[in-house]
């Protein structure tokens, strides 16, 4: 059966929930956590044995992630202009 690559995009409280879920469910690898600077996604990926991306454009166009989950927040306008999610859209 397939094992799934999964990325995270985002690294703080919620990341380490997605991380550890995807940890626990069958056929699925953490194959790399991303954030926008912070630090956050090297301890994470040091916690978790995974690769860190650079920014959310280096592991969309990876040929080793087959899904992402993002846990990254929106709060402010600035931020929601540069969501990881518009990026997916046609």
């Given at each position: 059966m397939k094992t799934w690559n999964i990325g995270v995009i985002g690294a703080?409280?919620?990341a380490d929930f997605h991380a550890k879920s995807i940890?626990?469910?069958p056929n699925?690898?953490?194959?790399?956590?991303?954030?926008s600077g912070s630090g956050k996604a090297k301890l994470l990926a040091e916690k978790y044995g995974c690769p860190v991306f650079?920014?959310?454009n280096a592991m969309l166009h990876s040929n080793t992630i087959d899904?992402?989950?993002i846990a990254a927040s929106m709060c402010s306008a600035?931020?929601?202009?540069k969501f990881p999610s518009t990026a997916l859209m046609p």
């Open positions: 703080g409280m919620v940890e626990s469910l699925t690898k953490l194959a790399g956590i991303c954030d650079a920014d959310y899904i992402v989950t600035k931020s929601r202009s």
